[in-house]
């Protein structure tokens, strides 16, 4: 196996997120900006009586990773996160899956607060970046 699926699937074992879309989105996150600095944001969720385990929500947190406030917060062990590069990792590859699927993308609730259903219909998330190579990832 390559170093890349290896990897990916250590931070996939690692996560306790039950329904297997989300940990998905969550491994690809981990992968990308570090396990600890993902636990660090469900960690922010949890302080602020929200659910910890919802790429929706999480995926605020980690973008607020970058500001002092937060990442200062007693609750942070790892501080600081350029969270938009991991933000957009994962955008990006929700995206390609959605053109992969023939518009069949994750589904738009794994993206806001509600925990989604496990179902891959909807629309895909469209990318922020627009690449000359679509197929870039």
Known sequence: ???????????????????PFQRMLFALASYNGGYFHIRDAMSLARKHGQNPHNWGVIRGYILRLSQP??????VVKYGYMRGTETVDYVDRIRARWGEYSGGSGF?????????????FHGAPIKSKRHYQNKYHI
């Open 69 to 74: 406030a937060y990442y200062t917060d007693p």
């Open 1 to 19: 196996r390559s170093c890349l699926v290896r990897g990916l699937g250590d931070v996939y074992k690692r996560q306790d997120v039950g329904d």
């Open 107 to 119: 589904h738009e609730s794994l993206r806001g607060s509600g925990m989604g259903s496990g179902s």
